[in-house]
């Protein structure tokens, strides 16, 4: 990464707020600051019609699917999501490809007095940046994952085309609520008024009446994707790294994907319902861009730590960035079906989750476990998580990087699993050379 992009990562974490780092500190519970924003910037989301995703889980992966599917028809397209695990700019892609560093300094150096004088976060800061650089880039269409939430997210100033909501699980609840209905209200927020919006097909039925509700008070036309859920089948080898085939019972239809966590199952069929919708609003998405969107997602719109294989020497890695016990249950799942049994696993996880819940759903784990710890503030102490995790049994030895950890780690043949926190798979990655940039 060239060194003008280094700096501006520093400065953007030096002198915002940013929630990887502070939590909810970091959250402003209102859009006025970036109705500020936009309004600098002369509103660059309104040049161009945008998909606007939220959800608990799967929304990261739904995001660059539909983005992957979109450019396998031919269109120009720009994908933000986040959190990043390396670099700032993986938030911002358009074609898959990240903003260069000449863009970046340019950007920032324009920007950075009025991002300071407005004082917005991190998030606000760079969702900005990413709707400003699909205007520039003059992009046919954007794919826009919420951060938190949906009603006072960042993200939503945008009139989207079309609204999607991945299932709902508890997980930020010190934020949006307690129970399912109130987090449901608030990824609600996205819904807009005669905007159509697509709901995934295993919604909890307390989150899909809250949908249903504001669909109807927006008069929204809301559309369930299909309940005959798609079956995870065959895991095929290629390349270091597996395919999935998955299967659509009532039609025959097959589906092969690079993303090949049983869980996505749930994000495909939600991508096929939105892709049915949008084809009606007009869009030309042929079968052919389609299926081959869906099998070629991670070389169009990579995503990282999503049941990522890695194969290093003779030792496979799995790494997946499931962090609250909906996502744990949907890793046990894959766990159990996956084509090579997983005997260590390295896990870290940030203070607020239920760490608890998360580590009963993987117990009892059959092998040794090395627990750590990101270099993040919201970390989880690795000796801390040690002795809880003892206590549902498990045995292993605790680290206080996921560079120690990960050593140990490799010094071993047995298959690895790298999961709990975004964060401490990004390191991961990044210390087993999985970084996309020079």
């Not at 606000?124 to 003059?138: H, I, P, R």
């Not at 996921?402 to 401490?424: C, K, M, N, Q, Y």
Request: glycine share 8%; with cysteine.
């Amino acid at each position: 990464m060239e060194e003008s992009l280094q700096h501006w990562q520093n400065w953007l974490y030096a002198r915002l707020e940013a929630y990887e780092r502070s939590g909810r500190k970091a959250l402003h519970p209102t859009l006025s600051y970036m109705q500020a924003w936009d309004d600098r910037l002369g509103y660059p989301h309104r040049q161009y019609p945008i998909l606007h995703i939220a959800g608990t889980n799967g929304k990261g992966s739904t995001s660059a699917l539909l983005a992957s599917v979109l450019m396998a028809a031919g269109y120009k397209v720009g994908l933000h999501t986040s959190p990043h695990l390396w670099h700032f700019t993986e938030r911002m892609r358009v074609q898959g490809r990240e903003p260069s560093p000449t863009w970046i300094d340019s950007f920032l150096k324009t920007w950075h007095k009025e991002i300071e004088a407005l004082q917005l976060s991190f998030f606000e800061a760079t969702v900005g940046m990413s709707l400003a650089y699909f205007a520039e880039e003059k992009v046919d269409i954007a794919v826009v994952e919420v951060g938190l939430g949906g009603t006072w997210d960042a993200t939503n100033i945008v009139s989207p085309e079309l609204a999607v909501i991945t299932p709902i699980g508890l997980d930020h609840v010190e934020i949006l609520g307690p129970t399912l209905t109130h987090i449901a209200k608030e990824k609600a927020g996205i819904i807009k008024p005669n905007c159509p919006v697509v709901v995934a097909p295993t919604q909890p039925p307390e989150a899909l009446r809250v949908f249903e509700t504001v669909a109807k008070e927006k008069t929204a036309s809301l559309y369930q994707a299909d309940p005959y859920l798609l079956q995870p089948g065959a895991w095929i080898p290629s390349e270091g790294r597996f395919l999935r085939e998955f299967r659509h019972a009532p039609t025959g239809k097959v589906f092969l994907s690079d993303l090949t966590g049983d869980y996505q199952a749930i994000n495909i069929a939600t991508v096929w319902q939105a892709v049915e919708v949008l084809r009606k609003q007009g869009w030309a998405i042929s079968e052919e861009a389609l299926n081959q969107g869906i099998a070629q997602t991670q070389q169009k719109a990579p995503l990282y730590g999503r049941a990522q294989w890695l194969r290093v020497g003779e030792k496979w890695i799995l790494a997946d960035v499931a962090h609250n016990p909906h996502g744990f249950v949907a890793l046990r799942r894959l766990l159990q079906s996956a084509p090579i049994p997983m005997k260590e696993l390295l896990i870290g996880f940030s203070r607020e989750k239920d760490v608890d819940t998360c580590l009963k759903i993987l117990a009892p784990w059959p092998g040794r476990v090395f627990f750590t710890a990101a270099q993040s503030e919201r970390a989880l102490p690795a000796d801390t998580l040690c002795s809880k995790a003892e206590q549902h049994g498990y045995t292993g030895q605790a680290y206080p990087t996921v560079a120690d950890a990960l050593h140990e780690a490799l010094a071993s043949p047995l298959p690895l699993l790298i999961t709990g926190s975004v964060f401490v798979v990004g390191e991961a990655l990044a210390l087993l050379g999985a970084v996309p940039h020079e």
